[in-house]
């Protein structure tokens, strides 16, 4: 049975950090891409970053490019998202997704004074 569990999403002000994980079973990891992809309030999904099986290959939106970093750990199955210099805008459900087909629960994140 898939599972993909996020964690690490939470309230942070303007200009604040937090980093996401995502925990991943019952596939074999390395062998797919993994993203991220987000919903803010009222909005459609969009999609936010990926990295390539090996993790040498990043990709970002070009709203967040510099200010978050995506990571994996193939020896733990698990992905990261390193949010730094958070903006409202931000403000979103965070899901892992596994090659376009598993998505996680979400990981609410809102950014707010």
């Known amino acids: 049975q898939v599972q993909l569990v996020e964690s690490g999403g939470g309230l942070v002000q303007p200009g604040g950090s937090l980093r996401l994980s995502c925990a991943a079973s019952?596939?074999?990891?390395?062998?797919?891409?993994m993203h991220w992809v987000r919903q803010g309030p009222g909005k459609g999904l969009e999609w936010v970053s990926q990295i390539n099986t090996g993790g040498e290959e990043t990709y970002y939106t070009d709203s967040v490019q510099g200010r978050f970093t995506i990571s994996r750990d193939n020896a733990k199955n698990t992905v990261h998202l390193q949010m730094d210099s958070l903006k409202p805008e931000d403000t979103a459900l965070y899901y892992c997704?596994?090659?376009?087909?598993?998505w996680g629960q979400g990981t609410q994140v809102t950014v707010s004074s």
């Open positions: 019952g596939f074999t990891f390395g062998s797919l891409w």
């Open positions: 997704v596994a090659g376009l087909h598993y």
